[in-house]
């Protein structure tokens, strides 16, 4: 079975590529889907009560982003409840996809969780921060976010480092789709 990660800085296209790679012939593993997932648990639900002394669990999502907000350690204290709980789903997909010839996992933080090494290959999504930032603030979303989270990751440089292979996603989707179509090939 070949595991492919792919993982970049925030708003960098991840979620683009990774739909590329798996088309509708692999399974993928989407780790901000199940971070949404887990969100609507009301055993996460209630963990994050108590570990933030929340009053209750209604708008639970907004409330984390006020108290990360806040209290930027908090979003620490967060992801050690979150990280978990996301490693647990993808154990549990890699189970329920074992006879599949090839797994794409978008994983968002997957160096900075030292997760490399549970992956055949490792590809990272390239994109020059001012075309990320602009990206983001499309969505509907906040510069103050982007920069509390972009700030939470590992420079391109060092990501590099970890990746066998570098998709630079600044230029257009055809672009793009070509340099997905080399990979996908040497695969």
């Known amino acids: 079975m070949i595991k492919v990660g792919i993982t970049g800085s925030i708003a960098s296209g991840k979620t683009t590529v990774a739909r590329m790679f798996a088309g509708k012939k692999y399974p993928l593993f989407d780790a901000d889907n199940e971070v949404r997932k887990i969100y609507k648990t009301n055993f996460f639900k209630n963990k994050v009560r108590k570990k933030f002394n929340l009053t209750n669990t209604k708008n639970i999502k907004k409330k984390m982003k006020k108290v990360i907000s ?3 350690k908090n979003l620490k204290k967060l992801e050690k ?3 978990p709980l996301v490693r647990k789903s993808l154990r549990n997909f890699v189970k329920k996809n074992k006879n599949k010839e090839i797994l794409i996992f978008e994983i968002p933080l997957l160096i900075e969780s030292r997760l490399m090494r549970d ?3 490792v590809v990272f999504v390239n994109s020059k ?3 990320r930032l602009k990206r983001y603030l499309k969505k509907g979303k906040n ?3 982007f920069d509390l989270l972009n700030k939470r990751q590992l420079s391109p440089v060092k990501k590099i480092k970890f990746s066998d292979y570098v998709i630079n996603n600044n230029n ?4 793009l789709k070509k340099n997905v179509k080399i ?3 040497n695969l």
């Open 143 to 145: 510069k103050k976010t």
């Open 70 to 72: 806040q209290n930027e």
């Open 119 to 121: 992956f055949t290959k």
């Open 129 to 131: 921060k001012k075309i």
């Open 172 to 175: 257009s989707l055809e672009f």
């Open 81 to 83: 409840i979150i990280h």
């Open 183 to 185: 990979i996908k090939n």
